[in-house]
């Protein structure tokens, strides 16, 4: 049964750059669309982006509150997905998740509107932005 751990988060400063990572114990994330979520102090948890198991990407953030900053990729060999944000801002603060989707279409990214079928979670690393 796949599981999934984040890593990665932590205090960086405005500006700044991190890189987030997705690892899988229980199979292999080979066959699965992971997917990225974020969840700011006292707000809904947002989609930020996803990528199948081909390497398409799928960009959720319809709204622009992210401005683009965000990449996704996929390491194979460690078993793992990575999202980097650039040009970080104190609102990008939260606790950010990544997720998979069950059943028979886990390895597609679901459209913009069909976030809510991600039904695996990991338990989410802290992003602190400030000086």
């Known amino acids: 049964q796949l599981q999934l751990v984040e890593s990665g988060g932590g205090l960086v400063q405005p500006g700044g750059s991190l890189r987030l990572s997705c690892a899988a114990s229980g199979s292999t994330l080979d066959y699965y669309a992971i997917g990225w979520f974020r969840q700011a102090p006292g707000k809904e948890r947002e989609a930020i982006r996803c990528?199948?198991?081909?390497?398409?990407?799928?960009?959720?953030d319809y709204k622009g509150t992210m401005k683009g900053l965000s990449t996704i990729a996929r390491d194979n060999a460690e078993n793992a997905v990575h999202l980097r944000m650039n040009k970080m801002r104190p609102e990008d603060t939260g606790v950010y998740y990544c997720a998979a989707v069950r059943g028979q279409y886990s390895h597609i990214c679901p459209g913009v509107w069909d976030t809510y079928q991600f039904d695996i979670w990991g338990q989410g690393t802290q992003v602190t932005v400030s000086s």
């Open positions: 990528i199948s198991w081909n390497g398409t990407n799928v960009d959720y």
